[in-house]
């Protein structure tokens, strides 16, 4: 079975730093795809980040990137330079080869201070 | 292209109460699923599509049916409404193939159930 566990239930962070979201993930598949959503206050899903478990590198999207470590079983979300705006719920999911669903994390609020 | 489309946006019914949970794609993509999500917790998959005509169940089923009558349309059923199903209600699609496709999630139904 798979299985993400986000341990941070809220985190506070000021504005313009730097801030990490950790995700572990378990799985016995090689084959996984490993995602990060934000959800703001007004509800919808937004997309951010993706992984592959046989990716050479870690992915980037602008201020979001994805610590993987393969050997952990980790998958952080770095936001650079957090604004007013990355306040939200942060979830971590994970597919693994030929499965059509999800498995989300519990999610992480984050609160960025002025 | 309006992407995934949900409705009602909210919705309050009484225990034992039917209704039917719309949601509608036009971005051709043959797997559609429903999430639904507590207070507290990530994303969990009711029931999910691969194809018009085909479907199966995901982690939580129970009180839920589904049906897939055409590619853009993937409705959610609730037949016998239960306080336990209040919750908010997340449509999503993606293409078929490998396991790093975005799923494209609509914008919610916030269902309260009395």
């Known amino acids: 079975a798979q299985k993400i566990t986000q341990t941070q239930p809220g985190m506070f962070v000021q504005e313009k730093e730097a801030v990490t979201l950790d995700c572990t993930y378990d799985t016995s598949d090689p084959s996984y795809g490993l995602f990060w959503y934000k959800q703001p206050s007004s509800g919808e899903m937004i997309f951010l980040i993706y992984?592959?478990?046989?990716?050479?590198q870690n992915a980037t999207e602008g201020r979001y990137s994805l610590n993987f470590q393969k050997a952990r079983k980790s998958a952080n979300l770095v936001i650079s330079a957090s604004q007013l705006g990355d306040s939200a719920m942060y979830f971590c999911?994970?597919?693994?080869?030929?499965?059509?669903?999800?498995?989300f994390g519990q999610g992480t609020r984050l609160t960025i201070n002025p | 292209n309006a992407g995934v489309t949900q409705t009602p946006k909210f919705q309050v019914l009484k225990t034992g109460q039917s209704m039917t949970l719309q949601c509608a794609q036009d971005m051709n993509h043959e797997y559609m699923s429903w999430y639904r999500q507590d207070p507290g917790m990530g994303l969990r998959l009711i029931h999910y599509?691969?194809?018009?005509?085909?479907?199966d169940q995901g982690e939580v089923p129970n009180g839920y049916n589904v049906s897939r009558s055409t590619t853009e349309d993937f409705p959610l059923r609730l037949l016998s409404a239960a306080p336990s199903q209040t919750s908010v209600y997340f449509c999503?699609?993606?293409?078929?193939?490998?396991?790093?496709?975005?799923?494209?999630f609509g914008p919610g139904t916030r269902l309260t159930v009395t």
């Open positions: 599509s691969v194809g018009a005509g085909i479907t």
């Open positions: 999503a699609s993606h293409f078929t193939g490998g396991q790093g496709f975005e799923q494209y």
């Open positions: 992984q592959g478990s046989y990716d050479q």
């Open positions: 999911a994970m597919r693994v080869r030929g499965a059509q669903k999800l498995v």
